[in-house]
């Protein structure tokens, strides 16, 4: 992680914002130290109850691909690989809307002592899938639009302003392959001379700088709701009658 200390680059960031990005570079070296490489059913010599367990999973999996997703696009950023580093912040993007949507209803659940709810919202998160042939309760939850619609409302308080929603779709448009993610993205046209220029590294750095940083960013927020769902953890823990621990 050492190599990430200036993941944006004196040339393309002012020197001003060195300590953000080392506030940046230091939130994925918390989270990559906070992986486990096992989540057992007993921990610090007392046995963990099962759901419990299964959120104490699920976290973890959040925490791994934050992590990968997150040196990736630096990884590709500091080579000049544009592209893929914003394909992967759009990924960042998305575990942020999911870990937010799991937190909101287990919340709302630990509150009402629902441990049937609780247990059943783990499950689902966890095996949630967009095949057609899973279980009908597993796609209950919504689509992946529907926790980013969800994470604009409680944080904005604005059915009518969609700043996470507006962001994902500007980095879907880049990442497709239409014109904002190929002849938009690589060329720039000279209509009078009927001449399209290209170039492995666009020369639209402006828009590619700001649409990363807003979707890398995301894993400060991350880090904050995941320290949130373990927060839960000792209260749902409560609420597990001893014979079923």
Request: hydrophobic share 40%; charged share 20%; glycine share 4%.
């Amino acid at each position: 992680l050492k190599a990430h200390c200036y993941m944006l680059g004196i040339k393309t960031f002012p020197e001003k914002e060195n300590d953000f990005i080392q506030e940046l570079n230091n939130c994925l070296s918390r989270l990559a130290d906070s992986r486990k490489p096992k989540v057992g059913a007993v921990e610090d010599g007392r046995i963990k109850p099962k759901i419990v367990w299964k959120i104490d999973c699920l976290c973890q999996g959040f925490i791994y691909r934050t992590v990968e997703l997150a040196e990736g696009a630096s990884v590709c950023w500091n080579k000049n690989n544009q592209l893929s580093a914003l394909i992967l912040a759009r990924g960042i993007l998305e575990t942020l809307a999911a870990a937010h949507d799991f937190f909101q209803k287990v919340k709302l659940a630990t509150t009402k002592k629902d441990l049937a709810e609780i247990d059943s919202l783990a499950m689902t998160y966890t095996f949630i899938s967009t095949n057609s042939s899973t279980n009908e309760k597993l796609q209950a939850v919504g689509s992946l639009m529907s926790f980013i619609d969800r994470f604009d409302i409680h944080y904005l308080r604005d059915r009518n302003t969609k700043h996470l929603r507006k962001l994902y779709g500007i980095l879907s448009e880049i990442t497709h392959p239409n014109h904002a993610g190929t002849v938009g993205f690589f060329g720039k046209l000279n209509p009078e001379l009927h001449e399209h220029y290209f170039n492995a590294t666009p020369k639209n750095n402006e828009y590619a700088i700001s649409n990363f940083i807003a979707g890398y960013i995301s894993i400060l927020i991350l880090e904050s709701i995941i320290e949130k769902i373990e927060s839960l953890t000792p209260n749902i823990h409560q609420l597990v009658p001893i014979k079923n621990l």
